[in-house]
């Protein structure tokens, strides 16, 4: 199982993750409701690790009730929530209230942070109730500990560079994503898929630059999940609903 599902225990008091949200601040109503995502997502993951199922998906930077909505009818796995004040697809906390209750169980919703407090993550984290956090600035590894939720770390690659190898971190999972100098993910720069092609990619969420036309060759490169913002956006932050579909039907018709 993922690192983060390792405390399955019969109740979040006993567990790590529970420490660590009662630590944050964290009250028992609201631990339960972490400990009810927290399970949730790992039986996905257990399922994903047992069974030859088709590629998750990931659509990041939902602003809208309308395409969170579009995105799940279309099969959708996780929703990402963009909280980086600074991206043209940042979601304020009440309109992240609203988009989360209206997916409730349908998918898991997963909140991207750059370079945040650990107390605007946590603030976040308890009012949308995240499944998942996805920090995807210069956070330190010591940051990605002590979190109520599973973690996921970006890091960001240069074009046409080789990768030999993933990094350790803390994260229960990393997304690669393409590096850009000045911008923190949605860039739509790609890179060679074929790069990544040879490395274990089960706990990696695939992005950068991931389109309907080239979605197919990245899953089939069996990574975890596929993450896309901006290829199938007709503007940042708002969806093409018909892209999404294109797109999700291309990364889950792979295997």
């Given amino acids: 199982p993922a690192r983060g599902c390792r405390a399955r225990g019969p109740g979040i008091r006993d567990s790590s993750r529970a420490r660590q949200g009662r630590r944050a601040g964290m009250t028992d109503t609201k631990l339960e409701v972490c400990e009810r995502k927290q399970l949730d997502f790992c039986n996905d993951f257990e399922t994903q690790d047992t069974r030859n199922v088709s590629v998750k998906v990931k659509i990041c930077g939902i602003t809208s009730v309308e395409d969170a909505r579009a995105a799940l009818e279309c099969g959708a796995d996780f929703i990402g929530l963009n909280f980086y004040e600074k991206s043209p697809r940042y979601v304020a906390l009440d309109r992240a209230r609203e988009i989360s209750s209206t997916i409730e169980g349908a998918a898991h919703v997963v909140g ?20 998942m956090v ?23 690659i240069p074009p046409g560079e080789q990768v030999r190898a993933l990094p350790a971190s803390r994260a229960d999972f990393i997304l690669i994503d393409t590096f850009h100098p000045g911008l923190y993910g949605g ?19 695939l992005s950068g630059g991931l389109t309907c036309e ?14 896309v913002a901006s290829g199938v956006e007709s503007a940042p932050g708002v969806k093409d609903h018909r892209k999404l579909r294109r797109f999700i039907e291309n990364a889950k018709s792979t295997r």
Avoid: K
């Fill in 112 to 131: 991207v942070f750059v370079n945040a407090s650990r107390e605007y993550v946590m603030e976040r984290i308890e009012a949308v109730r995240l499944a």
């Fill in 134 to 156: 996805q920090f995807h600035g210069d956070e330190s590894e010591d940051f990605l500990s002590r979190w109520p939720a599973p973690v996921i770390r970006a890091i960001r």
């Fill in 187 to 205: 860039t739509g720069e790609s890179r060679r898929i074929s790069d990544l092609r040879g490395l274990d990619l089960s706990r990696v969420f």
């Fill in 214 to 227: 080239n979605v197919a060759e990245a899953a089939a490169l069996s990574p975890y999940a596929v993450d």
